[in-house]
């Protein structure tokens, strides 16, 4: 290995545009919850988006360099 670093990715510009790409389906891992428990989830979610003030979402990504 070269080099390990860590890189912040955006995911949704705020939690409310992540919310609804989460409501759409678009993370295949969620597809294995319960009808209840995803809209349990994403009502979480939107109650917590709705006090978040527009807060962009990441996530740290593990980035290795090999040669």
């Known amino acids: 290995m070269v080099t390990l670093d ?3 990715q955006e995911i ?3 939690y409310a545009a992540y ?3 989460l409501a759409a389906g678009a993370d295949s891992a969620l597809a294995s919850l319960s009808r209840r428990d995803f809209d349990r989830g994403i ?3 939107r ?3 709705a006090r978040s003030d527009g807060q962009v979402v990441s996530e740290p990504i593990d980035l290795f360099v090999f040669r």
Do not use: F
């Open 6 to 8: 860590l890189v912040t």
């Open 19 to 21: 919310t609804e790409k």
């Open 47 to 49: 109650d917590h988006a």
């Open 12 to 14: 949704a510009p705020s």
């Open 43 to 45: 009502n979480a979610l």
